[in-house]
């Protein structure tokens, strides 16, 4: 435990229940008692401790602004990798045995099963903290992050979402997985704010899905950041290694969105 508070300056690692396993995550907080608003940070699908290094960039930073800021670590993965099997390992899994469409198949099923009941218990263990708002959490995430943030505002109470790239690298193989997210948006119960780096893998997620939510008459908008870095990989990382750029954007469209709540 000591090792991981290291990893974490300024952080508390948190333990909560998840149906019948048990998960950790990694909580920052404001100064002050509070209540304060929060955000719901879900990482992409990056394996072992790799999300680390955006937990550790944004997590201080929207303390930084009042906000707590709590990063779930999903079964599988990172401070709850002995809670179940990694999400990547399942979906080269059934690539190897049924090609990507199969791959494809699993990611929406484990994404919107095992990983979306994940992220509900991490909200229904922040909504009961004294410091927060409980009215004033919204969710956010990058890459299968953003994916599930993107659910998240369909099932979750949350006053306002934040989808960085969400489905990005995964898009253009993955027919299933557009039908999957357009539904999602167009069902969802807040507004959401997407973004990109430009030379992200493919802008079409945040584009489509922003477009998606405007014809169901939702509340949403969308930002194309200049290009991050000089590969597609280091424009797709753009959340966390550039998060100075997007969080300006998000803070003045978040309030806007817990006000209508």
Request: charged residues 15%; hydrophobic residues 45%; proline residues 6%.
């Amino acid at each position: 435990m000591l090792l991981l508070l290291l990893a974490f300056p300024g952080a508390k690692i948190i333990a909560f229940p998840s149906e019948n396993i048990t998960l950790h995550g990694v909580l920052y907080k404001p100064s002050g008692a509070g209540p304060f608003p929060a955000v719901l940070f879900s990482h992409g699908s990056a394996p072992g401790m790799y999300s680390n290094e955006a937990i550790e960039a944004l997590g201080p930073l929207f303390a930084s602004h009042g906000w707590v800021y709590f990063a779930p670590y999903r079964r599988g993965q990172g401070l709850s990798a002995t809670a179940g099997a990694y999400i990547g390992d399942e979906i080269a899994a059934a690539v190897k045995k049924g090609g990507i469409k199969a791959g494809a198949v699993t990611m929406i099923r484990l994404l919107e099963t095992d990983h979306l009941n994940d992220q509900m218990a991490a909200l229904s263990w922040l909504q009961k903290q004294d410091f927060v708002q409980p009215h004033r959490i919204a969710t956010a995430g990058n890459s299968f992050g953003g994916v599930e943030a993107v659910l998240g505002a369909e099932r979750g109470t949350y006053c306002a979402a934040v989808d960085g790239a969400g489905g990005a690298e995964s898009w253009a193989r993955a027919p299933a997985l557009q039908a999957f997210m357009v539904r999602a948006v167009k069902n969802a119960r807040v507004p959401i704010f997407f973004f990109q780096a430009e030379n992200d893998h493919d802008l079409s997620p945040s584009l489509t899905l922003s477009a998606a939510m405007k014809d169901a008459g939702k509340t949403t908008e969308v930002k194309i950041y200049p290009p991050y870095g000089t590969s597609a990989s280091a424009g797709h990382s753009f959340t966390y290694l550039d998060s100075n750029v997007w969080v300006a954007t998000c803070f003045a469209f978040s309030p806007n969105i817990a006000n209508n709540n």
